[in-house]
């Protein structure tokens, strides 16, 4: 349950670099970030290698207009798959081995029925072309306040596509923040998925800042991570209250509460 700082958040208005030094200072070997593809592969991974670091995980681009992924957009498969080899570049080069697929927003006038199937049948292909790749594709709900349209808002609904995709390079990212958005209840909703989780991310539901481990819904989720054995990735996908040094004072409180809950 290492942590991976969200370079795309933590360390805003710096060159990718810049962040990538910050982060390695305040102690983080793994990182995300969101969409890379404004530098070069190659460069980016001299800079990873340089810092020491560890891409954990990338987004699939956007799409060309700004739509918030293609993967459910009927009539866009072709666009889809070549963002989807766009991520895989960006992977091959860095060593990444996760990829988050954005779904894509759900038009009022759409057919749910329509965006299901393409979804689930771009997702089939996407996941032949990672499993040779050894790249894990993710699933993750986005709240309804912050991503309104978005294909799926509840963890259980991304967990359904999962379950069609029905394919082991598909698993489900569960989010803290967009699960506590929604209202759930934190450790429950995880215990129902928790075979699902590949990879994890927090923030407080408060303003999208740093976690609350004095919340008990949020110890009691990261108990549940660390007494069945997750060993993947969590990720600070949080914008700092000031800034992200001043900020990590929670990490302490995050490793003492691992040492209490692991077996």
Same mark, same amino acid.
């Given at each position: 349950m290492k942590l991976a700082a969200n370079l795309s958040l933590l360390y805003p208005g710096l060159p990718i670099s810049s962040r990538m030094a910050c982060a390695a200072r305040d102690g983080f070997t793994g990182v995300e970030i969101l969409f890379p593809y404004d530098v070069e592969a190659d460069e980016l991974a001299y800079l990873l290698r340089k810092q020491r670091q560890t891409l954990v995980l990338i987004n699939t681009p956007p799409g060309p207009k700004g739509e918030k992924g293609l993967a459910c957009l009927p009539g866009r498969e072709a666009e889809f798959m070549r963002a989807m080899r766009r991520a895989l570049a960006v992977c091959e080069a860095t060593g990444c081995?996760?990829?988050?697929?954005?779904?894509?927003?759900? $038009?009022? %006038?759409?057919? /749910? =029925? &329509?965006?299901?199937?393409?979804?689930?049948?771009?997702?089939?292909?996407?996941?032949? +072309?990672?499993? $040779?790749? %050894?790249?894990? /594709? =993710? &699933?993750?709900?986005?709240?309804?306040?912050?991503?309104?349209?978005?294909?799926?808002? +509840?963890?259980?609904?991304?967990?359904?596509? /999962?379950?069609?995709?029905?394919?082991?390079?598909?698993?489900?990212?569960?989010?803290?923040?967009?699960?506590?958005?929604?209202?759930?209840?934190?450790?429950?909703?995880?215990?129902?998925?928790?075979?699902?989780?590949?990879?994890?991310?927090?923030?407080?539901?408060?303003?999208?800042?740093?976690?609350?481990?004095?919340?008990?819904?949020?110890?009691?989720?990261?108990s549940l991570l660390a007494s069945s054995g997750y060993d993947g990735w969590i990720g600070c996908e949080y914008t700092p209250v000031i800034d992200a040094r001043t900020g990590l004072a929670w990490r302490d409180d995050y490793q003492a509460l691992l040492d209490e809950a692991r077996p």
């Open positions: 081995r996760s990829i988050h697929v954005l779904a894509g927003m759900i $038009e009022p %006038d759409s057919k /749910l =029925t &329509l965006a299901r199937s393409t979804l689930i049948h771009n997702l089939r292909m996407a996941a032949t +072309l990672a499993e $040779e790749a %050894d790249v894990t /594709l =993710t &699933l993750e709900a986005l709240n309804r306040h912050d991503m309104p349209g978005y294909f799926y808002h +509840l963890p259980e609904q991304a967990a359904d596509i /999962l379950q069609a995709v029905d394919h082991p390079a598909v698993r489900l990212q569960f989010d803290f923040y967009h699960s506590q958005r929604e209202g759930l209840d934190l450790p429950a909703e995880l215990r129902k998925l928790l075979p699902l989780v590949h990879h994890v991310q927090f923030a407080n539901p408060q303003g999208r800042h740093e976690p609350d481990l004095s919340d008990p819904q949020v110890r009691a989720a990261l």
